[in-house]
């Protein structure tokens, strides 16, 4: 039950974000940019619901032993805040220009500076022309508060969008048993 809402989620993210990158130059929420600067005062103003197209910036993310890199001035990059039946959760998504590459992740809660987010779902899809798909998503091995973090640095801050680092465990096979790879990746993106 919790695999399923956890991949509804992501797909809801995922989607956002396609939504998103569909509309890169009609208008995008500008971010609240009255957070205080401390994590105390942030944690009272923490909710942020809406969708950011970043401007500027760069997603990366390494797996196995390639690293793959998202630049917002090409492809399209959303950071994504939505409420799901009165429960809140934030992520990244990301699909390259060319639409061979797309990466999700999503966490808990509201995105708050300085503070680490557990990860609640991810899944990164490589169409290589000419190849099979490859597709990977949270390894089924771990129990759930141990599929990772994610480190949200600093968050809307004059043009700073977001910018931080995660870490967690994919897997090419939804069997029981399968292989998972460490996925590390770092963001740092900002808005007009």
Partial sequence: MVRLFVRILF??????????????????????????ADSISKAGNASAPGNYLASKGTLKIKVQDSTYTFNAEEDSIAFVNVNI?????????????AHTVSFGISSPGAP?????????????????????????????NSPP???GTILIDKYNQ????????????LARDTS?????????????????
């Fill in 85 to 97: 039946e009165g429960k809140e959760y934030f992520g990244l998504t990301a699909i390259n220009k």
């Fill in 158 to 169: 004059d043009t700073l969008l977001a910018k931080g680092s995660f870490h967690t465990y």
């Fill in 11 to 36: 797909i809801a993210l995922l989607l956002q974000g396609l939504l998103t990158s569909c509309q890169k130059e009609e208008g995008v929420k500008k971010p609240d940019t009255d957070l205080a």
């Fill in 176 to 192: 029981k048993n399968a292989s998972s790879y460490i996925a590390d990746g770092s963001f740092e993106l900002t808005m007009k």
């Fill in 145 to 147: 508060k141990d599929y």
């Fill in 112 to 140: 708050i500076a300085e503070i680490a987010g557990n990860i609640s779902g991810c899944q990164f899809l490589l169409h290589p022309v000419g190849k099979a798909n490859i597709e990977y998503t949270l390894t089924h």
